[in-house]
């Protein structure tokens, strides 16, 4: 079954520490993850991709297959990442579907 | 330009009433996505459009919803019969290429509570 777990639905830092977003993905197959981000009152949007391997406002997220890992990191969290975090899943079906973790909300204290 | 629009942003109705919710993509989007969202979960998947063609409708989860996308654009999704457990945000997404589907970008939703 294909299945994204999100373990944390609260993780609470202090601004300019280090951020690890856990996500976990079940999928028989070559899955492509991202990483969606809503922040207050905005609407939900996409942050990154794995297959782009890029870091957006100073976020990375590496794809461990082994773990089936996809964990979203960023070295010194500021006070404007502040949002709800969800990890999705795409399969190879083509129709685009994602299949969405339950969401962590990062709660980034001054 | 603007963005996914949806309308009503909210509605209440009484179980067993229909209801009708509408999405206006971002003009020129080939693709359309509707998701339903529980309280404190993910959204999930209900179904996917290309242009006026439902090419996925495996979320759906009873043959109560319906959605129609008859001139490509503009989208309904339908509920008939409403039962409590319909209460939920359903968003409604929009992309722009077959190319890209996962670059989804997401309407504020409409809040469905089913009393």
């Known amino acids: 079954a294909q299945r994204v777990t999100q373990p944390e639905k609260l993780l609470s830092v202090f601004k300019g520490a280090p951020v690890e977003l856990k996500c976990n993905y079940s999928?028989?197959?070559?899955?492509?993850l991202f990483w969606y981000v809503q922040y207050s009152r905005q609407r939900l949007q996409l942050l990154l991709r794995?297959?782009s391997r890029e870091s957006i406002k100073g976020f990375t997220a590496d794809l461990n297959k082994g773990e089936t890992s996809f964990h979203l990191k960023k070295p010194f969290a500021q006070e404007e990442d502040s949002a709800m975090y969800y990890c999705?899943?795409?399969?190879?079906?083509?129709?685009?579907?994602?299949?969405f973790g339950q969401g962590t909300t990062l709660q980034v204290k001054p | 330009g603007a963005g996914v629009s949806q309308s009503p942003r909210y509605k209440v109705a009484k179980r067993g009433q229909d209801v009708a919710l509408r999405c206006d993509p971002i003009?020129?989007?080939?693709?359309l996505f509707w998701y339903q969202q529980a309280l404190g979960q993910g959204p999930e998947f209900l179904t996917y459009?290309?242009?006026?063609?439902?090419?996925?409708k495996s979320g759906l989860p009873s043959d109560r919803f319906f959605a129609e996308r008859p001139e490509g654009s503009v989208s309904t999704l339908k509920i008939q019969r409403t039962q409590q457990e319909d209460s939920a945000v359903y968003l409604c997404?929009?992309?722009?290429?077959?190319?890209?589907?996962?670059?989804?970008?997401f309407g504020p939703g409409t809040r469905l509570t089913v009393t």
């Open positions: 997404a929009s992309s722009l290429a077959s190319q890209r589907l996962y670059e989804q970008y």
């Open positions: 999928y028989s197959g070559s899955p492509e």
């Open positions: 794995h297959i």
């Open positions: 999705a899943l795409s399969g190879r079906s083509n129709t685009g579907k994602l299949i």
């Open positions: 003009s020129g989007h080939v693709s």
């Open positions: 459009f290309q242009n006026e063609a439902q090419l996925d």
